[in-house]
């Protein structure tokens, strides 16, 4: 039998990461097993114990156990580090590594994918939950000419800007003037059908607006910007891309993409 991996969340059920990793791995010829994991709400770390001790190469951690799978860790990446949460673990010999690859997933949407450098533009991200800070290490890493930060709770913006060694321009919502390049969507507002109260001026013709939530439908927030002049893109090349990185780490080849991304994209 070949190497097994897992998703640990709850739920687990609707995700599509057993689909991407069987593509990956398919793609690569290479035999191993992917599958979700539904761990009890107060099991996080029995499940992964559990995992590990069963043979699992390595894990990802999906809601609502990102922090608690940092907490967990025995090493922890860069990225991971700053995120403040982990999104991938990998076992080997009893210690459990952890990475955060939603941050390079982002990345390596909007410049590959989309085919827009991040380098010298302004970049506005909205909210500073889990998937903001993922993000913000590897945008920075990128070198925007500005990045601006703005969140519901402003004093959850302030304290997160404060940790990295780059002037994120803190804001709220009422001061944000525009546009920006890229406005980036890291509320879960979309998961209600809600939209942040961005007012419309961060839009413009050249903006691109990335909402990170993916589903069928449109976001009230890709639908908001898409009316003021904006390219939109939902957050599913983000998740493959999270992936493709994970999977980097786990196995040390990277899969290519594009075709994962467009049947994923052409079943929705
Ligand atoms: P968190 O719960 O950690 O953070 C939620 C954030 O959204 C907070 O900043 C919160 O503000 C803000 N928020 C919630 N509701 C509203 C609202 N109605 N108006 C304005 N702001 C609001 O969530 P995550 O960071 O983990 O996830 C955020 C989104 O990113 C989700 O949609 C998730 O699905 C998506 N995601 C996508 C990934 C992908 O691969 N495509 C990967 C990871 C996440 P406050 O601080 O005021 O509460």
Redesign the pocket.
Known sequence: MGDFYRLIGNPVGHSKSPLIHAAFARQLGIDLTYDSVLAPLDGFAATVAALAAAGCKGANV??PF?IAAFALCTRLSARARAAG?V?TLTFDAGAIAGDNT?GA??VADITGNAGLAIAGQRVLV?????????ALLPLIEQGPATLTLV???AA??AAVAAQFDFPIDVRAFAELRGPFDIVI????????G????LPACVFGAGTLAL????GAASTPFMAFAAEHGAATR??????????AEAFYGWRGVRPATAAVLASLRAAA
Do not use: F
């Open positions: 999906t809601v990102k949460a999104n939603d997933g982002l909205v909210g500073a939950g889990g998937a903001a800070r993922g969140n519901r709770t959850t913006a969507n890291a509320t879960s507002a979309s998961l209600t809600a939209l942040p109260p909402d990170m939530m993916y939902d957050g599913l090349g983000m998740l493959v891309e999270q992936a």
